[in-house]
């Protein structure tokens, strides 16, 4: 794996990332007690959940970039709980950052129109200002967090097993 040119402390940080995400030499795994597990569509809306936990944390300290980040996380993980939930999905099928949007008006959770909405913000402004060398504003990260919590905690409302977000607890 090693290539001579490359420098060792990435190289070596690199192998570690790799063991890390397959366990090995680390003992018993100790994941994040929040998410739960027990469900495809569980493990989404707690992920959701936990990323509006972490906003919070920064919220007003000038991390405008990585707000947006968190706040697109947050709401594609709620729209994914909510498709896996109510409309059979699997989560294999969530293979670009659009497909939530577009389930989530075809399942009836937002209106199409609505839904289309949300996607033309992604592909509009979230990949402009990741790869598009825009700056993001205080203002956007703003109106992007209370998207965010919006959209989450209307989607865990709607999904009828309910009561298993972490935000509830």
Not at 54 to 73: H, Q, R, S, W
Not at 86 to 112: I, P
Not at 115 to 129: F, G, K, Q, V
Request: charged share 25%.
């Amino acid at each position: 794996m090693s290539n001579e040119s490359d420098p060792g402390a990435v190289t070596d940080a690199l192998a570690a990332a790799i063991d890390a995400f397959n366990e090995e030499g680390h003992g018993a795994p100790t994941p994040e007690r929040q998410i739960d597990i027990d469900a495809e569509w569980k493990t989404q809306l707690t992920k959701g959940c936990r990323l509006l936990r972490v906003l919070a944390n920064i919220d007003g300290k000038g991390y405008f970039t990585a707000e947006i980040e968190l706040c697109f996380g947050a709401i594609e993980r709620s729209l994914e709980a909510f498709a896996l939930a109510e409309g059979g999905d699997e989560l294999r099928e969530f293979h670009d950052h659009t497909y939530c949007y577009e389930r989530a008006g075809e399942l009836g959770l937002l209106s199409r129109s609505t839904a289309e909405t949300l996607a033309e913000l992604y592909t509009d402004n979230r990949a402009d200002s990741y790869y598009g060398g825009r700056r993001p504003t205080g203002n956007q990260a703003k109106a992007m967090h209370a998207l965010a919590e919006a959209l989450h905690h209307y989607t865990k409302n709607q999904i009828r097993a309910g009561g298993v977000c972490a935000c509830d607890s």
